[in-house]
């Protein structure tokens, strides 16, 4: 099997993953996203996530929950092709795909040390965020890299 599959996990090997890093006394951080059309603003952010603790846990929207949020001609790139991309990064530690409407029940699956969020977010209104705090974590919002979305790269191919 290709090491980058190898990251990409079912929640059950995931959370015993987790509980083994923990175990060890490493620190796991838990994000999630779509990560549909992979830029810079999203490995600035996943950088700076990994740099929180010393193993970083994605959790990655399936095709299904991507075309609910983002409408009808979303994902442009199929959730097998976000993961293997994720997986590839040598940041991130694990990916495992989410189809709920919220991540909630995968945090609470995972009990990250750690949950982060970009700074669009306030840190009371992350989902788990209450979750994470209640089972002595922390949650922290990181600084996006300004200008840099899927959807401004989806107009500005339309606009070529």
Same mark, same amino acid.
């Given at each position: 099997?290709?090491?980058?599959?190898?990251?990409?996990?079912?929640?059950?090997?995931?959370?015993?993953?987790? +509980?083994?890093?923990?175990?060890?006394?490493?620190?796991?951080?838990?994000?999630?996203?779509?990560?549909?059309?992979?830029?810079?603003?999203?490995?600035?952010?996943?950088?700076?996530?990994?740099?929180?603790?010393?193993? !970083?846990?994605?959790?990655?929207?399936?095709?299904?929950?991507?075309? +609910?949020?983002?409408? %009808?001609?979303?994902?442009?790139?199929?959730?097998?092709?976000?993961?293997?991309?994720?997986?590839?990064?040598?940041?991130?530690?694990?990916?495992?795909?989410?189809?709920? %409407?919220?991540?909630?029940?995968?945090?609470?699956?995972?009990? %990250?040390?750690?949950?982060?969020?970009?700074?669009?977010?306030?840190?009371?209104?992350?989902?788990?965020?209450?979750?994470?705090?209640?089972?002595?974590?922390?949650?922290?919002?990181?600084?996006?890299?300004?200008?840099?979305?899927?959807?401004?790269?989806?107009?500005?191919?339309?606009? !070529?």
């Amino acid at each position: 099997m290709l090491e980058t599959a190898l990251k990409i996990n079912t929640w059950q090997v995931a959370a015993a993953k987790v +509980r083994a890093w923990q175990a060890e006394g490493q620190q796991v951080v838990f994000t999630n996203g779509c990560f549909d059309i992979v830029h810079l603003g999203h490995i600035d952010y996943l950088e700076k996530a990994r740099a929180l603790g010393n193993k !970083l846990v994605l959790g990655l929207n399936t095709d299904a929950s991507v075309n +609910r949020l983002k409408g %009808p001609t979303r994902p442009v790139v199929n959730e097998y092709a976000r993961a293997r991309m994720m997986a590839a990064f040598a940041f991130v530690d694990a990916v495992i795909l989410f189809d709920e %409407p919220t991540p909630l029940a995968l945090i609470q699956t995972i009990c %990250p040390d750690i949950l982060v969020k970009g700074d669009d977010y306030a840190a009371q209104d992350i989902v788990g965020a209450d979750f994470v705090i209640s089972n002595g974590g922390e949650v922290k919002t990181i600084s996006l890299v300004a200008g840099y979305s899927t959807t401004a790269l989806i107009n500005k191919i339309k606009n !070529l």
